[in-house]
């Protein structure tokens, strides 16, 4: 075994004690419920555009672009555009990392993003961020059957196609995107659904939309699972970071 094999090991068999330390699960919960509250997801930006995320998902998603591949990332849920722009510079750097040196990109990466309502002033901001030319947007319900359309002709001829879920929370809306586009997700990849945290939030715990438990994210994904044995949830990916808004939500094609 060389070196980085020996340090890959350790890491598998540190991230796999995670998830029976008792004491390190309870208190990444209690931080998380306090900075929730707090609106601390809002305090960061990727490349000058607000992101609303923890930044340990960010982490594990450029883990996981850097490990698939993609050429698409299908995206519900806009907002300030920060998750598209992410995306986008990802993307950007596999295709350095496949032209280099001297080559050139074989296939055109996208980031195509899904929204109800994109703001105007978002909408503009986005347009004329640098990387605009890997972000494609479209105005609609993500479950509008028009909408759905359009996003498999958009995914035509893609090998290697990523999906992130974070748009309406609830239970009935979530069941219908992944009915909709986790069929596209490609084998090895990924389909991560975002929030499957207020399943676990403390009793009494009160949310500003009107999903909340037993009307979540994490609901969708167990009735997914149950029909889809196709999917199955990566624990190593929440078991290693402790702090995330979607525990049992990165759902790995197998």
Same mark, same amino acid.
């Given at each position: 075994?060389?070196? $980085? &094999?020996?340090?890959?090991?350790?890491?598998?068999?540190?991230?796999?004690?995670? /998830?029976? *330390?008792?004491?390190?699960?309870?208190?990444?919960?209690?931080?998380? =419920?306090?900075?929730? /509250?707090?609106?601390?997801?809002?305090?960061? +930006?990727?490349?000058?555009?607000?992101? !609303?995320?923890?930044? #340990?998902?960010?982490?594990?998603? #450029?883990?996981?672009?850097?490990?698939?591949?993609?050429?698409?990332?299908?995206? +519900?849920?806009? /907002? *300030?555009?920060?998750?598209?722009?992410?995306?986008?510079?990802?993307?950007?750097? %596999?295709?350095?990392?496949?032209?280099?040196?001297?080559? =050139?990109?074989?296939?055109?990466?996208?980031?195509?993003?899904?929204?109800?309502? !994109?703001?105007?002033?978002? *909408?503009?901001?986005?347009?004329?961020?640098?990387?605009?030319?890997?972000?494609?947007?479209? $105005?609609?319900?993500?479950?509008?059957?028009?909408?759905?359309a359009q996003v498999r002709v958009v995914a035509q001829g893609k090998s290697r196609i990523l999906l992130c879920l974070d748009s309406n929370h609830? #239970? &009935?809306?979530?069941?219908?995107?992944?009915?909709?586009?986790?069929? %596209?997700?490609?084998?090895?990849?990924?389909?991560?659904?975002?929030? +499957?945290?207020? &399943?676990?939030?403390?009793?009494?715990?009160?949310?500003?939309?009107?999903?909340?438990?037993?009307? @979540?994210?994490?609901?969708?994904?167990?009735?997914?699972?149950?029909?889809?044995? &196709?999917?199955?949830?990566?624990?190593?990916?929440? @078991?290693?970071? #402790?702090? +995330?808004?979607?525990?049992?939500?990165?759902?790995?094609?197998?």
């Open positions: 075994m060389n070196h $980085q &094999e020996e340090f890959e090991s350790e890491k598998q068999a540190r991230i796999e004690a995670y /998830a029976n *330390h008792v004491e390190m699960r309870r208190s990444s919960m209690d931080w998380f =419920t306090v900075s929730l /509250a707090r609106k601390y997801s809002y305090n960061f +930006t990727w490349l000058g555009r607000p992101i !609303i995320q923890y930044p #340990q998902d960010m982490v594990a998603l #450029q883990e996981i672009i850097w490990r698939v591949q993609p050429d698409l990332i299908i995206e +519900t849920g806009i /907002a *300030h555009g920060g998750s598209l722009i992410f995306s986008a510079s990802m993307l950007a750097l %596999l295709d350095l990392n496949e032209g280099a040196p001297g080559g =050139t990109v074989s296939v055109r990466r996208l980031v195509l993003g899904l929204d109800i309502d !994109i703001r105007a002033h978002n *909408h503009a901001a986005i347009h004329a961020h640098p990387l605009s030319s890997k972000i494609k947007m479209i $105005q609609g319900s993500s479950v509008d059957p028009e909408v759905i609830s #239970q &009935e809306h979530v069941k219908k995107e992944l009915e909709a586009y986790a069929p %596209l997700v490609s084998p090895g990849s990924y389909c991560i659904v975002y929030d +499957t945290y207020i &399943e676990d939030m403390p009793a009494g715990y009160v949310f500003e939309k009107s999903w909340g438990h037993g009307n @979540n994210p994490r609901n969708a994904v167990e009735s997914f699972l149950k029909e889809h044995g &196709e999917f199955s949830v990566d624990h190593s990916i929440h @078991n290693k970071l #402790q702090l +995330t808004v979607a525990p049992h939500g990165y759902l790995k094609r197998l």
